[in-house]
Nanobody, 122 residues
């Protein structure tokens, strides 16, 4: 069983930076790809960034390109999301997810964390 846990959310001001961390209990074929999604208030869950353990290939939503960076620490089963130049539009619950292959849809991932709130005040 793959377990996923996010930490690092909080309340910040517009323009600030924040780092989210995600730890996965085990790295197997079923958790070969990791991703961050977010769900803004009153909206659906949307892809933010993704990365694979082996190649480190990363992908980003257009809305965060150039501001957010996803990285990994294979030895410690950690994935990070560094968020810079935050705006109120980034306010959401952020979820970490694990799945067998990379994708931009929530259905591509089988294992999810409980979510962490990020609130950006303008």
């Amino acid at each position: 069983q793959v377990e996923v846990l996010e930490t690092g959310g909080g309340s910040v001001q517009g323009g600030d930076s924040l780092r989210l961390s995600c730890i996965v209990s085990v790295r197997t074929a079923s958790s070969a790809a990791m991703a961050w999604f977010r769900q803004p208030p009153g909206k659906g869950r949307e892809f933010v960034a993704g990365i694979t353990w082996d190649s480190g290939t990363a992908s980003y939503a257009d809305s965060v390109k150039g501001r957010f960076n996803i990285s990994k620490d294979n030895a410690h089963h950690l994935v990070y999301l560094d968020m810079n130049k935050l705006t109120s539009q980034d306010t959401a619950v952020y979820y970490c997810a694990a799945g067998p292959s990379p994708g931009h849809q929530a259905g591509d991932y089988d294992y999810w964390g409980q979510g962490t709130q990020v609130t950006v005040s303008s």
